[in-house]
């Protein structure tokens, strides 16, 4: 018997994975009136994106039809065309045509058949090896050898058969045989790529995912070589309801599975399939190079070349190319290379190249190089580097691109850019600008802010709110609390005024005009004493920062020295000073008056060391107290003074 051979398309694909158009559904025009089989045909094809396929044997290219159609889906005018006589499936770009069964035909038996020969580069002819070779619909599979050589056993009932060869970096082509007995040989020549046609697809998606699963060296062990390259160099799958393997060499889809989809797949201990849509468990692997949908649990880890949607269990880890809309556990981590809009939860980690809707959980960190919108809780440490919406809580660090929402962790927060909310930590904040509050035990650190507090140090661009610390710095502030709050463009004044006790007073005023500290340096001299004074205090400016009259309300401590006295008693000087700041110019320098309050603790005399000079001296004996107690050691004197002084 002579055998034809109808080629009719090649398909042209670019390397990766190819989503194609449902050319099937597509609204055609056709005028044939009349016209051949092969004429309507190419008027079809022009229309579309995708290329017939079919055994001139079975269907006569140059029979007559009579046929006009307008805007009529493909898959109407094909059965019209072949009177409902050919099955019409869509594969890939290709639309295989093949004879029906009818119910009065005795089945046949299945046959023996092999079909052989050599696979080459159409433009150079040189030989390629690793092409595959692939009966459509069924799980006769082969590819070539480093020789170019192809030997594919097939046993098949049908009076035709699809064969695909495919290679990476090539165009496909598919032809339609009619399988005769014995050795049937076939050379295949592949367009490479860079020799494209005119006519090229329309690729609706294209992805590099399941190239980048056969990279895995998990999938390398497991995954012989020929069946890693067989499914990498096909463009399109076919749907298995059921598989089951023992590893993803030996199982029901053979060579062939790494191109089938199913609805159930039993993987004893490994599998290697390329999709799931459904169920799918594994004693210890699962390998998909396409999508999954549904529930996938293993015992040890599930790899997913594209996307899953649904349950994913491993028990030592996921590994995702694609996306993940659900949720993904594992007993280990989870590793995905694109979107999450769910929850990934980890016993250790979970690592994130893309953005995530939902929740990340780990016990140890979670990664997210994009924005997180929703909850990262890890035990040690969280790192986004774009954007947080919602919180991020570690037992020791968080680190993010801007904030809206909380960070909260047990040693550190780092936010990049800004954050909208809260930054709580029991040692550091640091963002670069903040609406909202900061609270750390140590030191909070930003730009522009709203609320500081710490247990040490607030540092700070523009504070629109509170400084609460020990030492707080800021560029502007509203309001400072702490022993020592500097302000660069808040207050920072000089005073140096005289009193009762002693005359040469140096004050430095630093702060907000709500609070501000007091630093305080004094000498002066009393009978021939040498007295040293060094003072603290805190005080608040009252009145319209652009009147020129502020009432000043100041409460100071200094202690009283005799640099000659190795005793050193208590003499502490604690005054209450309501003084009056009378601006002589626009902004200063003012003239500050007022009465003092003073108070005078001592536990011991101040001796004059020079016997001719005086002896020694008492602050009692010096100014008319309005109350005076001596209570064993401590002398304690209360009495009004004044002061007077200049403010620069």
């Not at 009966?135 to 056993?153: M, T």
């Not at 980690?349 to 016990?363: A, P």
């Not at 500097?486 to 702060?511: A, C, E, V, W």
């Not at 005078?600 to 004059?608: E, P, V, Y």
């Amino acid at each position: 018997m002579q055998l034809k051979i109808g080629i009719l398309a090649v398909l042209f694909v670019l390397f990766g994975s190819i989503s194609y158009a449902d050319c099937l559904t597509t609204p055609v025009d056709l005028k044939c009136a009349p016209c051949t089989i092969e004429e309507a045909l190419d008027k079809l094809e022009s229309q579309i994106n995708c290329s017939f396929s079919y055994s001139s044997d079975q269907l006569n290219p140059d029979q007559s039809i009579n046929l006009s159609v307008s805007q009529m889906p493909l898959i109407q005018v094909l059965e019209k065309i072949t009177q409902g006589k050919f099955n019409i499936k869509q594969r890939s770009r290709y639309i295989l045509m093949t004879p029906k069964k009818t119910t009065s035909e005795e089945k046949p038996k299945k046959k023996e058949y092999i079909v052989e020969g050599y696979v080459r580069d159409a433009k150079s002819g040189i030989v390629i090896s690793n092409a595959s070779i692939y009966a459509v619909g069924d799980k006769s599979a082969v590819i070539s050898n480093s020789n170019g050589f192809y030997r594919l056993n097939l046993e098949t009932d049908k009076e035709s058969i699809g064969l695909s060869y495919s290679r990476q970096s090539y165009f496909d082509t598919i032809i339609v045989i009619k399988p005769i007995a014995g050795i049937t040989n076939k050379d295949i020549r592949l367009e490479p790529r860079e020799a494209a046609p005119e006519k090229m697809p329309i690729r609706t998606s294209v992805s590099t995912r399941p190239k980048e699963v056969e990279e895995l060296t998990m999938v390398k062990f497991l995954v012989p070589e020929p069946q890693r390259q067989f499914a990498v160099n096909l463009d399109f799958l076919e749907n298995i309801p059921v598989q089951i393997s023992l590893l993803p060499s030996i199982g029901t889809n053979k060579f062939t599975s790494g191109a089938k989809s199913n609805l159930l797949s039993v993987n004893v201990l490994a599998g290697y399939n390329a999709g799931v849509e459904g169920l799918e468990v594994g004693g210890l692997v699962n390998i998909n190079r396409e999508d999954m949908m549904g529930l996938q649990a293993a015992g040890v880890s599930n790899i997913v070349g594209g996307k899953v949607r649904g349950i994913q269990a491993g028990g030592v880890f996921n590994n995702v190319r694609g996306s993940v809309y659900g949720l993904q556990a594992a007993g280990v981590y989870n590793i995905v290379l694109d979107t999450v809009k769910g929850a990934q939860a980890a016993g250790v980690f979970n690592v994130l190249r893309g953005t995530i809707q939902g929740t990340q959980l780990s016990g140890l960190f979670n990664v997210a190089t994009e924005n997180m919108t929703g909850l990262q809780a890890a035990g040690f440490s969280n790192h986004t580097i774009r954007d947080v919406k919602f919180a991020q809580a570690a037992g020791f660090m968080n680190t993010a691109g801007t904030v809206s929402g909380a960070q909260v962790a047990g040693f550190m927060n780092i936010s990049m850019g800004e954050v909208k909310g809260t930054q709580v930590s029991g040692f550091m904040n640091l963002a670069k600008n903040i609406t909202g509050a900061q609270v750390a035990g140590f030191l909070n650190a930003s730009g522009d802010a709203t609320t500081q507090i710490s247990g040490f140090m607030n540092v700070g661009k523009k504070i629109d709110g509170l400084q609460l610390g020990v030492f707080n710095f800021s560029d502007t502030t509203h309001l400072s609390l702490g022993f020592l709050s500097f302000s660069l463009k808040g207050m920072n004044h000089i005073d140096f005024h005289s009193d009762l006790i002693q005359p040469y007073n140096l004050s430095y005023r630093t702060g907000s005009r709500h609070f501000y500290n007091i630093l305080q340096a004094v000498y002066g001299s009393y009978v021939g004493l040498g007295l040293f004074s060094y003072g603290y205090g805190i005080g608040s400016e009252i009145g319209p920062n652009d009147k020129r009259i502020h009432l000043n309300l100041e409460l100071l401590a200094r202690q009283i020295v005799d640099i000659n006295n190795e005793q050193s008693p208590l003499n502490l000087n604690v005054h209450l000073d309501p003084t009056l700041n009378v601006r002589i110019g626009k902004k200063r320098p003012a003239i500050v008056f007022g009465p003092t309050l003073n108070a005078i603790i001592s536990t011991g005399n101040i001796q004059n060391q020079d016997p001719d000079v005086g002896k020694t001296m008492s602050f009692r004996d010096s100014y008319p107290p309005i109350y005076d107690e001596l209570d064993g050691t401590y002398d304690v004197n209360f009495w009004i003074g004044a002061k007077l002084g200049i403010r620069i």
